[in-house]
């Protein structure tokens, strides 16, 4: 079974509001990951917070992380309609594998 | 630096048959990892790769077979191809813990 799930599955917002993605996972990590998914295109990596990190900022996207709740949230604010895609987080859970979550797609409108 | 690149973009098989998606990356990264996507869901590791010589299995190995003989090159075998291996299949690389980097695709259909 797969370690991330993402919730919402799908998120449709207007352009200039905040996007908000919570992921959850099954065991203990070393770090955790969001990737973003263009239609038909390969996965980008967006940024990584460590196990013994809370909060992480990186232009528009903040990223918490509860290891207490193993559950994490990646926050999109002022969104574009090129924001729209498929966010998916990922659990690396130490000896080099990293498990993906079902991701969620968010569309942005114009 | 290329990065990682995935060959073929497209396949079209007929059950039973074989074939070898490769997968080779420019960054000496000692992990290669192998992903099938199928719409709606995330990425399910197949196998995956911590140097040349050593592979393990992922979530969802059977029907595939990998091999890592040099750093560069980790190549996915379908043995026998069945409709369910239908899918989108991605290469991915990285350097220790940090950040995976991915390939373009390989958009796999099973007759």
């Known amino acids: 079974s797969q370690q991330g799930e993402e919730d919402p599955q799908a998120l449709s917002i207007q352009e200039g509001e905040n996007a908000t993605m919570n992921c959850s996972y099954k065991?203990?990590?070393?770090?955790l990951q969001w990737y973003r998914q263009n239609s038909g295109r390969g996965l980008v990596h967006l940024i990584l917070?460590?196990?013994?990190?809370r909060e992480k900022h990186s232009g528009r996207l903040r990223v918490t992380l509860d290891t207490s709740k193993k559950s994490s949230s990646l926050l999109i604010t002022a969104s574009r309609a090129a924001d729209t895609a498929s966010y998916f987080c990922?659990?690396?859970?130490?000896?080099?594998?990293?498990?993906f979550g079902a991701g969620t797609r968010l569309f942005v409108k114009a | 630096n290329a990065g990682v690149t995935q060959t073929p973009k497209f396949q079209v098989l007929k059950t039973g048959q074989s074939m070898t998606l490769q997968c080779a990356q420019d960054?000496?990264?000692?992990?290669m990892s192998w992903y099938r996507q199928d719409p709606g869901m995330g990425l399910r590791l197949i196998h995956y790769?911590?140097?040349?010589?050593?592979?393990d299995q992922g979530e969802v190995p059977n029907g595939y077979n990998v091999s890592r003989s040099t750093t560069e090159d980790f190549p996915l075998r379908l043995l026998s191809a069945a409709p369910s291996q239908t899918s989108v299949y991605f290469c991915?690389?990285?350097?220790?813990?940090?950040?995976?980097?991915f390939g373009s695709g390989t958009q796999l259909s099973v007759l």
């Open positions: 790769s911590v140097g040349a010589g050593i592979t």
């Open positions: 960054m000496n990264h000692e992990y």
């Open positions: 917070i460590r196990s013994n990190e």
């Open positions: 065991t203990s990590i070393n770090n």
């Open positions: 991915a690389s990285k350097q220790s813990n940090e950040k995976l980097f």
């Open positions: 990922a659990a690396n859970t130490g000896g080099f594998k990293t498990i």
